[in-house]
């Protein structure tokens, strides 16, 4: 009787196992979808944007039943990693993503981190998409970087050739904080805007990223009285302060950056000072954004309590990766293979409207399509938001 | 030009010397290096923020609010971490790690509480007092200024004349004399951690309808506190005063003298700091009030 029961047990447990695994079978596989970049610090709200772009598009298309790759069916799982802002702690980021069998990952977000992470990506086989933009992430022999956004070298001339046709701006004058992308981007954008025949009155006042009082700082710029006054790579953290000791010097041009913003800071933290401050974004103003991207809006803000409006643009790079993997499903643990769909890869862009596409660009700035199309578009902020200035696409 | 360049260092100064206040009691009655005191000053600048931008009262609640959640938290801490810590370990690494370890775990809740983004709250007066383009200063920061003088002052009246002031300086001066002549050391201390807290607290408030606050702030704010009590000399409420003033003045000096040169400003004053140190290591003010 004993052994009967026993083996009535096995018997019973194996069952109970088998139908246990082909539940587990029935799931949809996991892809993971790795982010390295800055959550934490002074440009924490760069990479948190990016990780719940990711992660709130990513539960909205689980949610929907998962993503068909080829012919299996899979769940987005995203893999954050927190890189302080720190090259050494974005190559760990780097190499835990390698570790973990990841061949996709959004970031870092800046440029010395993008150029850290480097090495790592290309002997592990890994795509990544850095928010940074030194030219040789994405120049020949580089592959493996695939710029996240538009660039300033890009954006800069489109900003400063419509204020010159439109505002009669003759002179400008730039300030950058004392770190690499923003120097980057200041020298860039003054050498742009000397080819388009502006006069750069004032290009070597820089700060400390963790000034408070920008009125000292800002003093020798004003005094130079430039028509345009252009933000160098500005954290949404200075942004608003800049602003607002600027127009509390007396200052009464214009302002920009080529920097996405979030015009719920700059509503705090300068107020009606803020109005007519132009900065770049994604699908962000009501009459470009498509109704998915009304709902992704929501479906963030109910995730986290709070929008960020750099996510307009920060929502891209997961789509990308999906829709491309979709094209070539071979490409899901193959670079190589998702660097051949590149050059050809083209889907409806859900996120604006009209008949708007994704595809990889960059061929003018890289020589390569190293880079995703986001739409160029730049806002004038007024009266707590943004409104569409003009469209521009890259090439 | 030079009137203005004396006007920024001023206004500097003051929420400096406030900031380094706080630091400089703690440090004196507890010998405790608090590396979350940057932390402090940014949790208060987010109190004041959620009581103002997001509740809708009025700012002078915000910052009571600020100082009552911070006096609380640093009695807490005190209570509860460094106390136990002090009296089992009689090493200063202890209670260093100690308050490292309490920076990141405050910028862990500020993150998770109040969230990564930049914040601010209206300003509290609209205006800007313009003398001929020769001195420009917007009314908020004269009167934010005028406040962080007031509680400077204030500061320094309640630890000269009141009977918990006197306490702490004679605990500050030689604890075991103190503790023999019935001055209860453990209630001194909490009261002085609870009050270097609100220091940090109070500025984080006053600043945030002027600079704003985000998380990152901590960290810097820490080591200018920790430079300006260098200059000073650790432990002196003077000391603390004038390195606040002398830090904002150098700033606002080296910001337009040397903005030609790119941002060298700081690069100048931490040489000329390892100058002073080497030759005067103490500080300005040297020993423990004096």
């Known amino acids: 009787m004993k052994r009967r029961s026993f083996l009535a047990t096995t018997g019973l447990s194996l069952v109970l196992a088998v139908t246990a695994t082909t539940a587990a079978w029935a799931e949809n596989a996991k892809l993971k979808i790795g982010f390295v970049g800055v959550t934490s610090g002074p440009a924490a709200a760069w990479g948190i944007s990016n990780q719940r772009s990711m992660e709130a598009r990513a539960a909205w298309l689980n949610e929907l039943g998962g993503v068909k790759i080829g012919d299996t069916t899979y769940d987005i799982e995203i893999v954050p990693f927190d890189d302080q802002k720190d090259p050494k702690r974005a190559i760990a980021g780097m190499e835990k993503m390698a570790q973990d069998g990841i061949h996709y990952v959004v970031g870092p977000n800046v440029d010395d981190g993008a150029a850290a992470v480097r090495p790592v990506a290309e002997q592990n086989g890994i795509m990544y998409f850095p928010y940074a933009f030194p030219k040789e992430l994405y120049t020949a022999p580089a592959s493996n970087a695939i710029l996240g956004m538009v660039a300033n070298y890009q954006s800069g001339p489109a900003i400063y050739k419509y204020l010159m046709e439109n505002k009669g701006v003759k002179t400008v004058a730039f300030i950058a904080g004392n770190e690499s992308d923003p120097l980057s981007q200041r020298d860039s954008g003054a050498a742009a805007a000397r080819d388009l025949g502006l006069e750069v009155v004032s290009d070597t006042v820089t700060y400390q990223m963790d000034t408070t009082d920008f009125t000292p700082v800002l003093l020798p710029v004003i005094q130079t009285a430039p028509d345009l006054l252009v933000l160098s790579g500005v954290s949404p953290a200075n942004a608003p302060q800049l602003i607002r000791s600027a127009r509390e010097l007396g200052y009464t041009g214009l302002i920009s950056t080529e920097t996405a913003q979030d015009a719920a800071v700059l509503a705090e933290g300068a107020g009606e000072l803020a109005n007519g401050f132009i900065s770049v974004g994604g699908a962000s103003t009501p009459e470009l954004a498509s109704d998915t991207m009304k709902e992704f809006v929501t479906r963030y803000t109910d995730m986290f309590g709070e929008y960020n409006d750099e996510s307009n643009t920060k929502v891209y790079a997961l789509e990308y990766i999906v829709e491309t993997l979709k094209a070539n499903p071979a490409a899901i643990d193959n670079v190589d293979e998702f660097k051949k769909t590149m050059d050809t890869f083209e889907a409806p862009n859900p996120f604006m409207v009209g008949d708007a596409k994704l595809t990889y660009v960059g061929t003018t700035s890289f020589g390569q399509k190293r880079q995703v199309s986001v739409p160029l578009v730049v806002n004038e902020f007024k009266d707590g938001k943004f409104e569409t200035l003009f469209v521009a696409q890259v090439d | ?290």
Do not use: C
């Open chain 2, 1 to 290: 030009m030079m009137e203005q360049i004396l006007a920024n260092g001023l206004y500097l100064g003051a929420q400096y010397a406030l900031i380094a206040l706080g630091l400089t009691l703690i440090f004196s009655l507890m010998n405790v290096l608090n590396f979350a005191h940057g932390q402090m000053y940014v949790f208060g600048g987010f109190v004041t923020y959620t009581v103002v931008a997001q509740l809708g009262l009025p700012f002078t609640v915000g910052l009571l609010a600020s100082a009552v959640v911070l006096a609380v938290m640093g009695a807490l801490i005190e209570r509860f971490l460094f106390r136990p810590v002090i009296a089992r370990s009689k090493r200063d690494e202890s209670t260093m790690l100690l308050a490292a370890g309490i920076a990141f775990f405050l910028d862990a809740v500020i993150l998770l509480l109040f969230g990564e983004k930049q914040r601010g709250v209206p300003k509290v007066v609209n205006g800007v007092f313009n003398w001929d383009m020769r001195l420009i200063m917007p009314y908020d920061r004269i009167l934010i200024a005028a406040l962080a003088v007031a509680l400077i002052v204030g500061f320094i009246l309640f630890m000269q004349y009141s009977r918990t002031g006197r306490a702490m300086r004679a605990l500050a001066q030689d604890r075991m004399a103190a503790q023999l002549m019935g001055v209860d050391v453990d209630r001194y201390s909490m009261i002085g951690f609870a009050l270097g807290a609100m220091l940090a607290g109070l500025v984080g408030g006053l600043l945030v309808t002027i600079t704003g606050i985000n998380l990152g702030m901590g960290g810097p704010t820490s080591v200018k506190a920790f430079l300006m009590i260098m200059i000073g000399g650790a432990g002196v409420i003077s000391g603390a005063i004038a390195g606040g003033f002398i830090l904002g003045m150098m700033e606002s000096i080296g910001l337009t003298v040397l903005a030609a040169y790119g941002d060298v400003t700081y690069l100048v004053i931490f040489v000329t700091l390892m100058i002073f140190l080497a030759i005067r290591p103490q500080g300005l003010m040297g020993k423990p009030w004096g």
